[in-house]
Antibody, heavy 122, light 113 residues
Framework: QLQLQESGPGLVKTSDTLSLTCTVS??????????WSWIRQPPGKGLEWIGS???????FYSPYLKSRVTISVDKSNDQFSLKLTSVTAADTAIYYC??????????????WGQGILVTVST | QSALTQPHSVSGSPGQSVTISCTGT?????????VSWYQQHPGKAPKLMIY???KRPSGVPDRFSGSKSGNTASLTISGLQADDEADYYC?????????????FGTGTKVTVL
């Protein structure tokens, strides 16, 4: 059974770079037809798509975050990562990693990690 | 792309049906069949309940159904149960031939009376 697990620092300083990793187990990140995504949720608020990537290339990012976001894949370790630069308090959120392509549709996020709370503070 | 519009809350008694709307534009909900719905219990990760407008993943009860008309998608929960009390989010593809973009709804809290 596929499992996704986010990891990284829970506290980041204002203007620094937020870096998170998602480890995929129970499946390979190089399996075709799947995209790997990051989604976030500020405390008490709604979900926001950050971006998605395919293991062999092809990244798509939210136009609101595109200038600050990079998603990359580590095929040898079945991991993918998120980097968000120049963070502010507005970037405080629970960050989820997720897989697109479950049930044969790339238009939905079928598998999710448990989420990791990242707080941005001075 | 702005967030899709959902009612803040809906409620119903056990056994009743509730419907949650998700309103977008021709550039998202109205333009594609990639509309999905997610259930989120407090402190938990979202769970996919409906994808491609009206398809259910394996394991999701057939009490949950989806539909779309024009720029508005809907999720209906029939035979409401206590465990259905949660937040629900819609999501739509909003990209084009050059790039892929996904936009979520504002979220709806379902209360079982």
């Amino acid at each position: 059974q596929l499992q996704l697990q986010e990891s990284g620092p829970g506290l980041v300083k204002t203007s620094d770079t937020l870096s998170l990793t998602c480890t995929v187990s129970g499946g390979s990140i190089t399996t075709t037809s799947y995209y790997w995504s990051w989604i976030r949720q500020p405390p008490g608020k709604g979900l926001e798509w950050i971006g998605s990537t395919f293991y062999s290339g092809g990244d798509f990012y939210s136009p609101y975050l595109k200038s600050r976001v990079t998603i990359s894949v580590d095929k040898s370790n079945d991991q993918f990562s998120l980097k968000l630069t120049s963070v502010t308090a507005a970037d405080t959120a629970i960050y989820y990693c997720a897989r697109q392509g479950d049930s044969g549709s790339t238009g939905c996020f079928g598998s999710w990690g448990q989420g990791i709370l990242v707080t941005v503070s001075t | 792309q702005s967030a899709l519009t959902q009612p803040h809350s809906v409620s119903g008694s056990p056994g009743q049906s509730v419907t949650i709307s998700c309103t977008g534009t021709n550039s998202d909900v109205g333009g594609y069949t990639y509309v999905s719905w997610y259930q989120q219990h407090p402190g938990k990760a979202p769970k996919l309940m409906i994808y491609d407008v009206n398809k259910r993943p394996s394991g999701v009860p057939d009490r949950f159904s989806g539909s779309k008309s024009g720029n508005t998608a809907s999720l209906t929960i029939s035979g409401l149960q206590a465990d259905d009390e949660a937040d629900y989010y819609c999501c739509s593809y909003a990209g084009n031939f050059a790039f892929a973009v996904y936009v979520f709804g504002t979220g709806t809290k379902v209360t079982v009376l």
